[in-house]
């Protein structure tokens, strides 16, 4: 089945950029996503790219996409300290139900 | 802006006792799923939801759960029998499946269960 995969952790210092990165294994993967889960609280989508697409910007958020090596990377540039959750990598297959696969997250905080 | 609503926010119950967790999707979506979320553990698919059947479950999903779409905005999870292991965060989603942004899914902010 797919698989997708994040390191576990990143510290970052306040006004530096993150980068939060995950590989997938799906070939067939259509639309990959970034959820954001603040302690306690739910899944707040934050971008989300297709899989015909290099790069996505939205404002301090840049995605990139490299399909050949089914990686992904969210880049937040003026890193805040109220970025620090847990990041969600999630990629939907191909099936048709238009079902999503997440990854394990990856917790960024950030030190003022 | 729109969003999918979830009730209750937390819910403790008895093993071996029902439970029903509630989700109102966003109107114009034609997708729905429950996802779960052990804690400090990965989101899990469990269920698919589209034109009033399963489309697709997860090993999860077995003859303990449940979902049904009762009226017209209601999406619901129904646990039979819980146990102590079903202890998770529950969310619900939906999508409006039309492709492009419409393939976008949006979740709730989920049901905290606690079995004891």
């Known amino acids: 089945g797919e698989d997708v995969e994040q390191s576990l952790f990143l510290s970052v210092r306040e006004g530096d950029s993150s980068v939060i990165n995950c590989t997938y294994t799906?070939?067939?993967?259509?639309?990959l996503y970034w959820y954001k889960q603040e302690p306690g609280a739910g899944l707040q989508l934050l971008t989300y790219?297709?899989?015909?697409?290099d790069m996505k910007q939205d404002q301090r958020l840049t995605v990139l996409l490299n399909k050949k090596d089914k990686h992904l990377s969210l880049r937040i540039a003026d890193t805040q300290t109220g970025d620090s959750a847990i990041y969600f990598c999630?990629?939907?297959?191909?099936?048709?139900?238009?079902?999503?696969?997440f990854g394990t997250g990856t917790k960024l905080q950030v030190i003022p | 802006e729109p969003e999918v609503t979830q009730t209750p926010s937390h819910q403790v119950t008895q093993m071996g006792q029902e439970v029903i967790l509630r989700c109102v999707p966003i109107?114009?979506?034609?997708?729905f799923y429950w996802y779960r979320q052990i804690l400090g553990q990965k989101v899990e698919f469990l269920v698919s939801?589209?034109?009033?059947?399963?489309?697709?479950k997860s090993e999860i999903f077995d003859d303990q759960f449940s979902v049904e779409r009762p009226d017209g905005s209601n999406f619901t999870l129904k646990i039979r029998s819980t146990k102590l292991e079903d202890s998770a965060m529950y969310f619900c989603?939906?999508?409006?499946?039309?492709?492009?942004?419409?393939?976008?899914?949006?979740f709730g902010e989920g049901s905290w269960l606690t079995v004891v």
């Open positions: 999630a990629e939907m297959d191909s099936g048709g139900y238009q079902k999503v696969t």
């Open positions: 109107s114009n979506h034609l997708y």
């Open positions: 939801f589209y034109n009033n059947e399963i489309s697709e």
């Open positions: 989603a939906s999508s409006e499946g039309t492709g492009g942004d419409g393939n976008t899914i949006y």
């Open positions: 799906d070939s067939s993967s259509t639309y």
């Open positions: 790219i297709f899989s015909n697409m």
